[in-house]
Protein backbone atom coordinates (compact mmCIF):
# COMPACT_ATOMS: atom_id res chain seq x y z
CA UNK A 1 0.00 0.00 0.00
CA UNK A 2 3.00 2.17 0.10
CA UNK A 3 2.29 3.64 -3.42
CA UNK A 4 -1.40 4.62 -3.01
CA UNK A 5 -0.68 6.28 0.36
CA UNK A 6 2.00 8.47 -1.60
CA UNK A 7 -0.49 8.83 -4.05
CA UNK A 8 -3.18 10.00 -1.44
CA UNK A 9 -0.12 12.39 -0.13
CA UNK A 10 0.58 13.51 -3.39
CA UNK A 11 -2.86 14.98 -4.38
CA UNK A 12 -3.33 15.97 -1.05
CA UNK A 13 -0.76 18.56 -0.86
CA UNK A 14 -1.54 19.67 -4.41
CA UNK A 15 -5.49 20.21 -2.82
CA UNK A 16 -4.05 21.96 -0.14
CA UNK A 17 -1.75 24.29 -2.68
CA UNK A 18 -4.85 24.46 -4.93
CA UNK A 19 -7.89 24.98 -2.45
CA UNK A 20 -6.53 26.65 0.68
CA UNK A 21 -9.91 26.17 3.05
CA UNK A 22 -11.12 23.24 1.97
CA UNK A 23 -7.85 21.18 2.10
CA UNK A 24 -8.51 19.84 5.54
CA UNK A 25 -11.83 18.54 4.10
CA UNK A 26 -9.91 16.74 0.78
CA UNK A 27 -7.71 15.06 2.99
CA UNK A 28 -10.25 13.90 5.11
CA UNK A 29 -12.18 12.66 2.28
CA UNK A 30 -9.51 11.47 -0.10
CA UNK A 31 -6.94 9.70 2.41
CA UNK A 32 -10.29 8.03 3.52
CA UNK A 33 -10.74 6.71 0.54
CA UNK A 34 -10.37 2.74 -0.34
CA UNK A 35 -7.48 2.39 -2.56
CA UNK A 36 -9.83 0.11 -5.13
CA UNK A 37 -11.77 3.19 -5.08
CA UNK A 38 -9.37 5.89 -6.62
CA UNK A 39 -9.83 4.79 -10.62
CA UNK A 40 -7.57 6.11 -12.66
CA UNK A 41 -10.02 7.88 -15.26
CA UNK A 42 -7.89 10.01 -18.81
CA UNK A 43 -4.77 11.52 -18.51
CA UNK A 44 -4.58 14.08 -15.62
CA UNK A 45 -7.75 13.53 -13.56
CA UNK A 46 -8.31 10.73 -11.05
CA UNK A 47 -12.30 9.51 -10.18
CA UNK A 48 -13.18 8.17 -6.64
CA UNK A 49 -16.15 5.69 -6.97
CA UNK A 50 -16.74 5.49 -2.92
CA UNK A 51 -19.04 2.81 -3.33
CA UNK A 52 -17.49 0.65 -5.47
CA UNK A 53 -20.22 0.69 -8.04
CA UNK A 54 -18.28 1.90 -10.85
CA UNK A 55 -20.23 5.56 -10.76
CA UNK A 56 -17.59 7.92 -9.34
CA UNK A 57 -18.98 11.11 -7.14
CA UNK A 58 -15.88 12.89 -7.15
CA UNK A 59 -13.17 13.41 -9.71
CA UNK A 60 -10.38 15.95 -9.44
CA UNK A 61 -9.55 16.63 -13.08
CA UNK A 62 -7.32 19.00 -14.81
CA UNK A 63 -6.97 21.31 -11.05
CA UNK A 64 -10.49 21.14 -10.46
CA UNK A 65 -12.51 19.19 -7.71
CA UNK A 66 -15.87 18.28 -8.71
CA UNK A 67 -18.68 16.91 -6.23
CA UNK A 68 -21.59 15.09 -7.63
CA UNK A 69 -20.24 16.33 -11.04
CA UNK A 70 -17.39 14.49 -13.23
CA UNK A 71 -16.92 18.24 -15.43
CA UNK A 72 -16.17 20.32 -12.73
CA UNK A 73 -16.08 23.87 -14.66
CA UNK A 74 -14.03 25.25 -11.37
CA UNK A 75 -11.20 24.83 -9.03
CA UNK A 76 -14.40 23.82 -6.63
CA UNK A 77 -17.47 22.48 -8.12
CA UNK A 78 -20.40 21.14 -6.22
CA UNK A 79 -23.53 20.10 -7.97
CA UNK A 80 -25.95 19.81 -5.41
CA UNK A 81 -25.90 21.27 -1.71
CA UNK A 82 -23.05 22.06 0.52
CA UNK A 83 -23.22 22.51 3.98
CA UNK A 84 -20.75 24.53 5.92
CA UNK A 85 -21.07 24.22 9.31
CA UNK A 86 -18.23 26.77 10.17
CA UNK A 87 -17.40 29.96 8.56
CA UNK A 88 -16.49 30.68 4.79
CA UNK A 89 -14.43 33.16 3.80
CA UNK A 90 -14.61 33.99 0.22
CA UNK A 91 -11.91 36.32 -1.93
CA UNK A 92 -8.85 35.58 0.51
CA UNK A 93 -7.50 37.57 3.68
CA UNK A 94 -9.13 37.35 6.84
CA UNK A 95 -13.10 36.72 8.27
CA UNK A 96 -12.74 40.03 9.81
CA UNK A 97 -16.11 40.49 10.79
CA UNK A 98 -16.81 36.95 12.57
CA UNK A 99 -19.56 36.20 10.60
CA UNK A 100 -20.69 32.80 8.93
CA UNK A 101 -20.19 34.25 5.35
CA UNK A 102 -17.72 36.62 4.68
CA UNK A 103 -16.79 37.96 1.91
CA UNK A 104 -13.94 40.13 0.63
CA UNK A 105 -14.94 42.13 -2.53
CA UNK A 106 -17.89 42.08 -4.24
CA UNK A 107 -21.26 39.87 -4.75
CA UNK A 108 -22.71 39.88 -8.05
CA UNK A 109 -26.38 38.51 -9.26
CA UNK A 110 -27.95 38.01 -12.33
CA UNK A 111 -31.51 39.49 -12.28
CA UNK A 112 -34.11 37.99 -14.07
CA UNK A 113 -36.08 40.63 -16.01
CA UNK A 114 -39.80 40.17 -16.81
CA UNK A 115 -41.55 42.55 -19.00
CA UNK A 116 -45.24 42.37 -20.63
CA UNK A 117 -47.99 40.08 -19.34
CA UNK A 118 -47.75 37.09 -16.63
CA UNK A 119 -44.84 35.15 -15.38
CA UNK A 120 -43.97 33.31 -12.73
CA UNK A 121 -40.49 33.91 -10.09
CA UNK A 122 -38.77 30.25 -9.72
CA UNK A 123 -36.09 30.61 -8.33
CA UNK A 124 -34.34 33.87 -8.93
CA UNK A 125 -33.49 36.17 -5.59
CA UNK A 126 -33.21 39.63 -7.88
CA UNK A 127 -36.41 40.36 -10.04
CA UNK A 128 -36.11 43.83 -12.47
CA UNK A 129 -39.91 43.93 -13.68
CA UNK A 130 -40.24 45.99 -16.49
CA UNK A 131 -43.55 47.85 -17.62
CA UNK A 132 -42.82 50.07 -20.09
CA UNK A 133 -44.86 48.26 -22.21
CA UNK A 134 -47.89 46.85 -20.49
CA UNK A 135 -48.96 45.77 -17.10
CA UNK A 136 -47.18 43.46 -15.51
CA UNK A 137 -48.19 40.26 -13.16
CA UNK A 138 -45.52 38.31 -11.10
CA UNK A 139 -46.60 34.89 -9.23
CA UNK A 140 -43.99 34.52 -6.00
CA UNK A 141 -43.38 30.61 -5.57
CA UNK A 142 -44.51 28.82 -3.13
CA UNK A 143 -43.46 30.60 0.56
CA UNK A 144 -43.98 26.85 2.17
CA UNK A 145 -41.27 25.57 -0.24
CA UNK A 146 -39.33 28.62 0.18
CA UNK A 147 -38.26 29.11 4.18
CA UNK A 148 -36.20 31.77 4.35
CA UNK A 149 -35.81 32.56 0.86
CA UNK A 150 -35.48 36.81 0.02
CA UNK A 151 -36.55 37.95 -2.64
CA UNK A 152 -35.92 41.62 -4.13
CA UNK A 153 -38.56 43.03 -6.58
CA UNK A 154 -37.60 45.96 -8.41
CA UNK A 155 -39.57 48.09 -11.07
CA UNK A 156 -37.63 49.86 -13.98
CA UNK A 157 -40.47 51.84 -15.53
CA UNK A 158 -43.27 54.13 -13.77
CA UNK A 159 -45.36 53.34 -16.69
CA UNK A 160 -48.55 51.28 -16.61
CA UNK A 161 -49.09 48.89 -13.40
CA UNK A 162 -47.37 46.30 -11.37
CA UNK A 163 -49.06 43.34 -9.93
CA UNK A 164 -47.81 40.55 -7.74
CA UNK A 165 -49.36 37.50 -6.84
CA UNK A 166 -49.16 35.30 -3.74
CA UNK A 167 -49.74 32.45 -5.30
CA UNK A 168 -52.22 30.58 -2.99
CA UNK A 169 -50.17 32.30 0.25
CA UNK A 170 -50.38 35.77 1.49
CA UNK A 171 -48.06 38.84 1.30
CA UNK A 172 -48.05 40.12 5.13
CA UNK A 173 -52.44 39.94 5.05
CA UNK A 174 -52.14 40.49 0.93
CA UNK A 175 -53.05 37.62 -1.49
CA UNK A 176 -52.72 40.04 -4.94
CA UNK A 177 -50.96 43.51 -4.30
CA UNK A 178 -51.01 46.62 -6.99
CA UNK A 179 -48.25 49.33 -8.12
CA UNK A 180 -49.91 51.78 -10.08
CA UNK A 181 -48.21 53.74 -12.70
CA UNK A 182 -46.08 56.71 -11.77
CA UNK A 183 -43.36 55.23 -9.28
CA UNK A 184 -40.16 53.25 -9.65
CA UNK A 185 -41.17 51.15 -6.56
CA UNK A 186 -38.84 48.17 -4.53
CA UNK A 187 -40.07 45.47 -2.57
CA UNK A 188 -38.57 43.28 -0.57
CA UNK A 189 -39.94 39.56 0.87
CA UNK A 190 -38.81 36.63 2.92
CA UNK A 191 -40.70 33.49 3.30
CA UNK A 192 -41.55 32.68 7.10
CA UNK A 193 -42.29 28.74 5.83
CA UNK A 194 -46.38 29.98 5.16
CA UNK A 195 -46.47 33.03 3.80
CA UNK A 196 -44.62 35.88 2.41
CA UNK A 197 -43.26 39.29 5.06
CA UNK A 198 -42.91 42.27 3.01
CA UNK A 199 -39.40 43.37 4.38
CA UNK A 200 -39.48 47.07 2.65
CA UNK A 201 -41.48 48.85 0.09
CA UNK A 202 -44.01 51.66 -0.54
CA UNK A 203 -47.04 53.04 -2.20
CA UNK A 204 -48.50 48.57 -2.31
CA UNK A 205 -51.93 48.75 -2.74
CA UNK A 206 -53.96 45.93 -1.80
CA UNK A 207 -55.86 44.52 -4.50
CA UNK A 208 -57.98 42.69 -2.05
CA UNK A 209 -59.09 45.93 -0.67
CA UNK A 210 -61.80 46.02 -3.46
CA UNK A 211 -62.81 42.54 -3.30
CA UNK A 212 -66.46 42.80 -1.98
CA UNK A 213 -66.81 38.65 -2.18
CA UNK A 214 -65.25 35.72 -2.81
CA UNK A 215 -66.76 32.17 -2.84
CA UNK A 216 -64.13 29.44 -3.61
CA UNK A 217 -67.18 27.44 -2.74
CA UNK A 218 -64.96 24.51 -1.57
CA UNK A 219 -67.93 23.37 1.41
CA UNK A 220 -68.90 19.64 1.44
CA UNK A 221 -71.62 20.18 3.69
CA UNK A 222 -74.33 22.45 4.82
CA UNK A 223 -75.96 25.45 2.97
CA UNK A 224 -73.45 28.11 4.00
CA UNK A 225 -71.13 29.35 1.26
CA UNK A 226 -68.33 30.78 2.97
CA UNK A 227 -66.96 34.10 1.78
CA UNK A 228 -62.85 34.55 1.82
CA UNK A 229 -62.52 38.25 1.08
CA UNK A 230 -62.13 38.74 4.46
CA UNK A 231 -65.06 40.76 4.77
CA UNK A 232 -67.64 37.90 6.02
CA UNK A 233 -70.17 38.49 3.29
CA UNK A 234 -71.13 34.18 3.02
CA UNK A 235 -73.93 33.49 0.59
CA UNK A 236 -76.72 31.08 1.70
CA UNK A 237 -77.51 28.62 -0.82
CA UNK A 238 -81.68 28.86 -1.61
CA UNK A 239 -84.46 26.14 -2.67
CA UNK A 240 -82.84 23.44 0.29
CA UNK A 241 -79.58 23.58 -1.56
CA UNK A 242 -76.43 21.25 0.51
CA UNK A 243 -73.34 21.09 -0.53
CA UNK A 244 -73.34 17.68 0.15
CA UNK A 245 -74.51 16.02 -2.79
CA UNK A 246 -73.93 18.83 -4.93
CA UNK A 247 -70.58 19.18 -4.79
CA UNK A 248 -68.28 18.02 -7.61
CA UNK A 249 -64.56 18.56 -8.71
CA UNK A 250 -63.88 21.73 -10.13
CA UNK A 251 -60.97 24.11 -11.31
CA UNK A 252 -59.89 24.48 -7.75
CA UNK A 253 -60.90 21.77 -5.95
CA UNK A 254 -64.41 21.65 -5.24
CA UNK A 255 -67.02 23.25 -7.16
CA UNK A 256 -71.03 23.38 -6.86
CA UNK A 257 -73.48 21.91 -8.68
CA UNK A 258 -76.96 23.83 -9.30
CA UNK A 259 -79.79 21.84 -11.37
CA UNK A 260 -82.99 23.73 -10.26
CA UNK A 261 -84.68 26.25 -11.67
CA UNK A 262 -84.86 27.77 -8.10
CA UNK A 263 -81.39 27.41 -7.24
CA UNK A 264 -79.49 30.18 -6.35
CA UNK A 265 -76.46 31.66 -3.98
CA UNK A 266 -77.97 34.75 -2.64
CA UNK A 267 -76.33 37.51 0.11
CA UNK A 268 -78.07 40.60 1.58
CA UNK A 269 -75.82 43.07 3.17
CA UNK A 270 -74.60 46.50 3.62
CA UNK A 271 -74.56 48.66 0.71
CA UNK A 272 -71.62 49.75 -0.80
CA UNK A 273 -69.80 52.68 -3.43
CA UNK A 274 -67.81 50.81 -6.07
CA UNK A 275 -64.61 52.52 -6.14
CA UNK A 276 -64.13 52.52 -9.71
CA UNK A 277 -67.07 50.34 -11.49
CA UNK A 278 -67.29 46.75 -10.90
CA UNK A 279 -65.76 43.33 -11.67
CA UNK A 280 -67.03 39.82 -11.50
CA UNK A 281 -65.68 36.66 -12.28
CA UNK A 282 -66.19 32.94 -11.81
CA UNK A 283 -65.72 29.20 -13.73
CA UNK A 284 -68.16 28.15 -14.86
CA UNK A 285 -69.00 24.65 -17.18
CA UNK A 286 -72.85 24.40 -17.79
CA UNK A 287 -74.98 21.36 -20.08
CA UNK A 288 -76.65 21.51 -23.25
CA UNK A 289 -79.68 22.90 -22.73
CA UNK A 290 -78.99 25.25 -19.64
CA UNK A 291 -80.14 29.21 -19.67
CA UNK A 292 -78.16 30.30 -16.68
CA UNK A 293 -78.25 34.18 -15.46
CA UNK A 294 -75.83 35.42 -12.80
CA UNK A 295 -77.48 38.81 -12.07
CA UNK A 296 -76.41 41.45 -9.51
CA UNK A 297 -78.82 43.43 -8.22
CA UNK A 298 -78.56 46.81 -6.69
CA UNK A 299 -83.13 46.86 -6.02
CA UNK A 300 -84.07 44.79 -8.57
CA UNK A 301 -82.83 41.71 -10.90
CA UNK A 302 -81.31 42.79 -13.98
CA UNK A 303 -79.41 45.84 -13.41
CA UNK A 304 -75.95 44.18 -14.09
CA UNK A 305 -74.81 40.13 -15.29
CA UNK A 306 -74.01 37.98 -17.59
CA UNK A 307 -75.96 34.93 -19.52
CA UNK A 308 -74.44 32.08 -20.12
CA UNK A 309 -76.55 28.88 -21.86
CA UNK A 310 -77.60 26.89 -25.12
CA UNK A 311 -81.25 28.69 -25.27
CA UNK A 312 -81.67 32.11 -25.39
CA UNK A 313 -79.99 33.37 -29.03
CA UNK A 314 -80.31 37.04 -27.74
CA UNK A 315 -78.49 37.29 -24.59
CA UNK A 316 -76.16 33.81 -24.58
CA UNK A 317 -72.36 34.48 -24.06
CA UNK A 318 -73.21 38.03 -23.00
CA UNK A 319 -72.49 40.21 -20.26
CA UNK A 320 -75.48 42.70 -19.97
CA UNK A 321 -75.40 46.33 -17.84
CA UNK A 322 -78.41 48.19 -17.48
CA UNK A 323 -78.00 52.16 -17.73
CA UNK A 324 -79.98 54.85 -15.83
CA UNK A 325 -82.59 55.84 -18.40
CA UNK A 326 -83.63 51.86 -18.24
CA UNK A 327 -81.93 50.84 -21.49
CA UNK A 328 -80.21 47.49 -21.64
CA UNK A 329 -76.33 47.29 -22.54
CA UNK A 330 -74.87 43.76 -23.81
CA UNK A 331 -71.79 42.44 -25.26
CA UNK A 332 -71.92 38.87 -26.57
CA UNK A 333 -68.59 36.93 -27.26
CA UNK A 334 -68.22 36.26 -30.98
CA UNK A 335 -67.93 32.53 -30.62
CA UNK A 336 -70.07 29.75 -29.47
CA UNK A 337 -69.22 28.45 -25.77
CA UNK A 338 -69.17 24.33 -25.59
CA UNK A 339 -71.14 22.53 -23.33
CA UNK A 340 -69.50 20.62 -20.45
CA UNK A 341 -66.31 22.68 -20.79
CA UNK A 342 -65.17 24.55 -18.33
CA UNK A 343 -64.76 28.89 -18.74
CA UNK A 344 -63.29 31.45 -16.85
CA UNK A 345 -65.89 33.99 -17.49
CA UNK A 346 -64.95 37.90 -16.25
CA UNK A 347 -67.07 41.33 -16.80
CA UNK A 348 -65.65 44.76 -15.69
CA UNK A 349 -67.20 47.77 -16.01
CA UNK A 350 -64.73 50.86 -15.35
CA UNK A 351 -67.32 53.87 -16.25
CA UNK A 352 -67.07 54.49 -19.09
CA UNK A 353 -66.99 50.46 -21.32
CA UNK A 354 -68.62 47.12 -20.28
CA UNK A 355 -65.75 44.33 -21.06
CA UNK A 356 -66.23 41.08 -21.49
CA UNK A 357 -63.80 38.24 -20.50
CA UNK A 358 -63.67 34.80 -21.65
CA UNK A 359 -60.27 32.17 -19.96
CA UNK A 360 -58.59 35.74 -19.04
CA UNK A 361 -58.65 37.24 -22.38
CA UNK A 362 -60.60 39.99 -23.72
CA UNK A 363 -63.56 39.00 -25.61
CA UNK A 364 -66.17 42.25 -26.82
CA UNK A 365 -66.66 45.57 -25.14
CA UNK A 366 -69.71 47.83 -25.44
CA UNK A 367 -69.59 51.39 -24.05
CA UNK A 368 -71.85 51.72 -21.19
CA UNK A 369 -71.71 55.86 -19.38
CA UNK A 370 -73.37 54.97 -16.40
CA UNK A 371 -75.22 52.66 -14.03
CA UNK A 372 -78.73 52.12 -13.17
CA UNK A 373 -77.57 50.62 -9.65
CA UNK A 374 -76.61 54.02 -8.81
CA UNK A 375 -73.35 53.67 -5.85
CA UNK A 376 -74.38 50.49 -4.50
CA UNK A 377 -76.12 47.15 -4.61
CA UNK A 378 -77.07 44.81 -1.94
CA UNK A 379 -77.64 41.26 -2.92
CA UNK A 380 -75.62 38.64 -5.51
CA UNK A 381 -77.28 35.92 -7.16
CA UNK A 382 -75.75 33.60 -8.89
CA UNK A 383 -77.95 30.87 -10.30
CA UNK A 384 -81.12 31.16 -12.12
CA UNK A 385 -81.50 28.13 -14.60
CA UNK A 386 -83.90 27.21 -17.08
CA UNK A 387 -83.25 23.32 -17.44
CA UNK A 388 -80.00 21.91 -17.45
CA UNK A 389 -77.50 22.18 -14.87
CA UNK A 390 -74.49 24.54 -14.11
CA UNK A 391 -71.50 23.85 -12.32
CA UNK A 392 -69.68 27.10 -10.18
CA UNK A 393 -66.47 27.46 -9.24
CA UNK A 394 -64.63 30.79 -7.15
CA UNK A 395 -66.68 33.62 -7.89
CA UNK A 396 -65.62 36.92 -7.17
CA UNK A 397 -66.82 40.57 -7.08
CA UNK A 398 -64.73 43.49 -6.73
CA UNK A 399 -65.56 47.63 -6.61
CA UNK A 400 -63.60 48.19 -9.19
CA UNK A 401 -62.60 47.19 -12.67
CA UNK A 402 -59.60 44.79 -12.97
CA UNK A 403 -57.34 45.33 -15.55
CA UNK A 404 -56.66 43.02 -18.45
CA UNK A 405 -53.32 41.49 -16.86
CA UNK A 406 -55.15 40.80 -13.47
CA UNK A 407 -57.81 38.58 -14.80
CA UNK A 408 -55.72 36.70 -16.22
CA UNK A 409 -53.81 36.01 -13.12
CA UNK A 410 -57.14 35.18 -11.77
CA UNK A 411 -58.12 32.72 -14.23
CA UNK A 412 -54.66 31.03 -14.81
CA UNK A 413 -54.83 30.71 -10.65
CA UNK A 414 -57.33 27.89 -11.40
CA UNK A 415 -56.89 26.53 -14.77
CA UNK A 416 -58.16 23.15 -15.07
Known sequence: MRHSDERCGHYNRLIEYLFQGFSCLAILLFCNTPASSAVKGLTGEIRFDVNSDSNAEMILSGGNLGIGTLTPAANLHVQGNAIITKSLTVGGGENSSGSNLHVNGTIAYAPNV????????????????????GDVALYLPSAIDNLGNMI?????????????SASGNLMDSYAIVMFSSGNMNTLSLISNGSNWLIMGGKDIENVSEHMYMNWDLEESSGNTAQDDSGWGRSGTLQANYQFSGNSVSGPQNNALLFD?????????????SP?????????????????????????????AGFVYGHHDTSLRR????????????TTQHGSTLSANTWYHLGVTW????????????ASTSSSASDWSGGTSFTALHPGHFYGGNVIYDDVRFYTRALSATLMQAIKLEGSP
Open 318 to 329: AAYHRLSDGSLI
Open 275 to 303: AIGYTYAMWVKASEGSDDAVDLPPEIIGN
Open 114 to 133: FSTGLSYITDQSLVLADTSA
Open 152 to 164: TIKRTSDLNNLYL
Open 260 to 272: DIDAAIEFSGNQI
Open 350 to 361: DGTDLQLYVDGV
